[in-house]
């Protein structure tokens, strides 16, 4: 019993003094545009969470006023810039249900996307390099659809510029994971799913720089299925427009990558260090087989007793090759 009226105590103790601060914090203003002042300098200051609670604490005590809809707007960057993507989503989010037919309401759109955009940068990200289409590409989509939203909805905006060349930056790191998808497909030997893959950033994403890799992984899933036809039309495509790809050798003949499928088990053990993991997967027929005559169409021919009686040892069964001089199963009997 004394445990829990001590922790109760502690409790009250903390939210009394956490009250007083707020208090005295905010116990010198006590007009609207006070508020806004120190806001607006808390935030050119760079104090961006101070920046946060004045805004907050404005728009708490003057929900009406006169500068309640600016800071709800500044609120949205001073989150962003306090590395609160989230509360910066949710302020912009909050001002465009708010405040419709605000004359800046572009600006909430577009920091809504650039909020999504930098939700997957983290710290580290910062210092060591990265590959953002190697990670989960899915904020990368919405930020790519917010951009979007801002350029249907105010293409003269003065942040269309900026926002298309991020959709540009967006859209080539999405085709990039398509490839990244398609490789390891590819490397399982899952050569319809990577087919697919390669064949969906030839159709939506023209004009990116992996159009080529995609083109090349339409042509080797062609040949492993034994398409040649369609593997010859994607390889025409693919000398006639990126000649100096690297699965072209000087005679414009496709390499055939090897597949990282089958590791040793040296290669395992040292991390890759000895050993391999290259393993020569044969390609498909080049050639389709011919038609053969169906069984049920073919002549029948009937076992010889010899060959009955030895279990088909020795004499000529339905399937014996007729001898030299013996007319073929089924053609008429010499006169």
């Not at 609207?32 to 300098?41: D, G, K, L, P």
């Not at 509360?87 to 605000?102: E, Q, S, V």
């Not at 290259?278 to 076992?303: C, F, H, K, M, V």
Request: charged share 20%.
């Amino acid at each position: 019993m004394r445990v829990l009226l001590t922790i109760a105590l502690l409790i009250t103790v903390v939210s009394c003094s956490s009250l007083g601060r707020d208090r005295d914090e905010f116990a010198s203003m006590s007009t609207e545009e006070q508020f806004y002042r120190t806001a607006n300098q808390q935030l050119n200051a760079s104090n961006f969470s101070g920046a946060v609670r004045t805004y907050q604490a404005l728009e708490s005590r003057f929900p009406f006023g006169q500068y309640a809809a600016q800071a709800q707007l500044e609120l949205i960057y001073a989150h962003y810039r306090a590395s609160n993507v989230e509360g910066a989503r949710a302020a912009a989010d909050r001002f465009i249900r708010l405040h419709p037919d605000h004359e800046s309401i572009d600006y909430a759109y577009y920091m809504k996307g650039v909020a999504t955009f930098s939700e997957n940068t983290g710290f580290m990200s910062r210092f060591l390099p990265t590959d953002p289409s190697k990670r989960d590409i899915s904020r990368a989509r919405d930020a790519f659809n917010e951009f979007s939203l801002l350029m249907t909805l105010y293409p003269d905006s003065d942040y269309t510029a900026d926002a298309r060349a991020r959709m540009v930056f967006l859209r080539n790191n999405l085709a990039a994971y398509e490839i990244h998808v398609a490789d390891y497909y590819l490397e399982r030997r899952a050569y319809i799913a990577a087919l697919n893959r390669g064949r969906y950033v030839v159709e939506n994403f023209q004009g990116s720089p992996v159009v080529a890799d995609a083109v090349a992984i339409m042509v080797e899933c062609y040949l492993r299925l034994g398409l040649n036809d369609l593997a010859d039309t994607s390889l025409a495509l693919l000398r006639d427009n990126y000649p100096d790809h690297a699965t072209l050798d000087n005679n414009g003949e496709f390499i055939v990558r090897n597949h990282v499928t089958n590791p040793s088990l040296l290669y395992t053990v040292t991390f890759g260090l000895l050993g391999s993991n290259e393993d020569n997967t044969p390609l498909a027929p080049t050639s389709r087989p011919q038609r053969s005559i169906a069984p049920e169409a073919a002549p029948e021919r009937g076992r010889s007793l010899l060959n009955i009686l030895t279990l088909g040892r020795y004499g000529r069964d339905a399937t014996t090759a007729p001898m030299p001089g013996e007319p073929p199963p089924g053609s008429p009997n010499p006169i």
